[in-house]
């Protein structure tokens, strides 16, 4: 059986609506799952969202709902956000499902059996507002807690705790290792993984007194406690890829599940340390899963607003589900895959979505398909000759070998925005090989060499249009079978079952005959009101 590519994104907080950091990193696995789609892998993209915890609960009081009828409420929006931006995931993890309980349930009685999980006594201050124990770290520099902590009280609580610092060693050992050297992309942020590993003190604790916090999953072997967030919310990864909690062998895990995993994991810098990077892979280890099979971490950098952290009491928070009515979803995707470098943080500018739009997808490559299709139709009543490989113009052929070398590179490290620059780059080079190569002025001329180039000019431009569509394609779905139905190049015609694939990312693929559709415009200019 084929082994299918596993790709997960993290699971977002429903205690509030969807923003564009949300959407930006739903749309980057999703790119990432249509490429390797598009490579022929059969994929397995799961996303979701978490619906537990603290500040859930908080909001739901605040609005006088259940937590569960609230976070249903809040979990359609996301729902409905993906279907308008295209984000096509195979499955779905909701923490509140009872098939992901029974998992996180089933993980702690095993730890809490193999005495990986103990109970102890913290004893400290607590703030009674922000409901939370505070330590040193929290002093302010006069040595004093804060204001925004409100009353403090000296607090004992019982609660359980997860041996983390137990498997410390074994953690940085794996983070030297061959695989553990690169299983963070982009590499500094491995670097920095090392160096919290390295202060890593401490046991984690995993539970909160129900009189606490009531909005979560139970311990199994406490009914008077439930489970904090992000030991519920880590597993999804597992849960909903058919993990059973009972086998403690890796290797006798269900086909289906060993058949998946190990998974890439898309999350945001900000939930690297101590989350994905400490907290997940000593869970992992815990539970058995050898080192050969931890996951791989892709770490995006974050939109923030005029260099400043959007949130919700600065007012600055983007909405993607306004922007995508406004300009398009495809428009959108294109900004938000385009306009940052991966890895990096980058700012949010609706005037620079407008701009990107305009240059790179209404003047060039909108323009090239536009003039393209109109010159086959007025100087060749649609029809194209076809110019075999070896016989195409050497430019032509070097433009297309290089496009496909820098395309090629940017996909092992995720880098959409580099595999777009590429694409774009040579959309250009087409607009350009038209000016050179004047097609009205060898429209006019009846000399037979004049007349042999005009047709070759023809046939490299529309079979470039056929490529691009096909490598634009997972950043630009709807757009990218828009250029095909223009081009005409439907599946009945072209005879195969798949013309969006890698393979036929061959230059010469366009028959001789073949008669092309009549030009539309695909990306209208987008006019930006006057402020
Ligand atoms: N629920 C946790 C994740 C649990 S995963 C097992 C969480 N949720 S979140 O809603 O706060 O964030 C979800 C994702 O969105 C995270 O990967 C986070 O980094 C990302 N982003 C949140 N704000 C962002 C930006 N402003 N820009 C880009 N991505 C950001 O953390």
Not at 297 to 322: R, T, Y
């Amino acid at each position: 059986m084929p082994k299918p590519f596993y790709i997960t994104t993290a699971i977002d907080y429903t205690n509030g609506a969807p923003h564009i950091g949300h959407a930006y990193e739903k749309v980057l696995a999703d790119v990432i799952a249509r490429y390797h789609r598009l490579k022929g892998d059969e994929v397995f993209f799961l996303t979701g969202v978490d619906q537990h915890g603290q500040k859930v609960q908080q909001s739901a009081e605040k609005v006088g709902l259940p937590p569960q009828q609230f976070v249903d409420e809040i979990t359609a929006k996301f729902i409905a956000l993906w279907e308008k931006l295209e984000v096509r995931y195979d499955g779905w993890a909701a923490t509140t499902d009872p098939l992901h309980k029974k998992c996180v349930q089933g993980i702690l009685q095993r730890l809490y059996d193999e005495e990986q999980i103990y109970k102890d006594k913290q004893e400290g201050y607590y703030s009674v507002r922000q409901e939370q124990f505070l330590t040193d770290k929290e002093r302010g520099s006069d040595g004093e807690f804060g204001p925004q902590w409100g009353e403090i009280e000296h607090r004992t609580e019982e609660n359980y705790y997860f041996r983390l610092a137990q498997h410390r060693e074994w953690l940085l050992g794996y983070l030297q290792s061959e695989r553990g050297r690169d299983c963070v992309t982009p590499h500094f942020r491995q670097v920095e993984l090392v160096n919290a590993v390295e202060k890593l003190s401490g046991d984690l604790c995993i539970s909160r007194p129900k009189s606490r916090l009531s909005w979560g999953i139970e311990l199994p072997f406490d009914r008077d406690y439930v489970n904090y967030v992000w030991f519920d919310a880590l597993t999804n990864y597992i849960s909903f890829a058919g993990y059973d909690p009972t086998i403690s062998s890796f290797i006798l895990q269900p086909s289906s599940f060993q058949n998946k995993w190990p998974a890439l994991h898309v999350i945001g810098k900000d939930i690297l340390i101590p989350a994905h990077g400490i907290y997940w892979p000593i869970m992992l280890h815990a539970l058995g899963f050898p080192d050969e099979q931890m996951p791989k971490l892709l770490v995006h950098g974050w939109w923030n607003i005029s260099g400043a952290k959007m949130s919700k009491s600065l007012g600055n928070v983007v909405d993607p589900d306004s922007l995508a009515d406004k300009y398009g979803a495809e428009a959108l995707r294109y900004y938000l895959m385009s306009d940052i470098v991966s890895g990096k943080d980058a700012d949010f500018s609706e005037e620079r979505l407008v701009e990107r739009h305009n240059s790179d997808l209404a003047n060039s490559l909108g323009n090239l398909l536009n003039r393209t299709l109109n010159m086959v139709q007025r100087y060749r009543g649609g029809g194209l000759t076809r110019v075999s490989p070896e016989r195409t113009s050497a430019d032509v052929t070097s433009g297309y070998t290089e496009l496909v070398r820098r395309f090629e590179a940017a996909l092992p490290t995720h880098e959409s925005n580099r595999a777009i620059e590429a694409v774009i780059e040579n959309v250009s080079f087409f607009n350009g090989f038209i000016d050179a190569n004047a097609p009205w002025a060898l429209a006019k001329s009846s000399a037979p060499s004049d007349q042999a180039r005009l047709t070759e000019v023809l046939y490299d431009c529309t079979e470039s249009i056929r490529i691009f569509a096909i490598l634009i394609s997972p950043v630009l779905p709807a757009a990218a079978e828009g250029i095909f139905d223009q081009l005409n190049w439907k599946m009945a015609l072209a005879g195969r079952e798949e013309r969006f694939s890698l393979g036929e990312v061959k230059w010469g693929q366009l028959p001789d005959g073949h008669v092309v559709g009549k030009p539309m415009p695909l990306f209208p200019r987008i006019e930006r009101d006057p402020a």
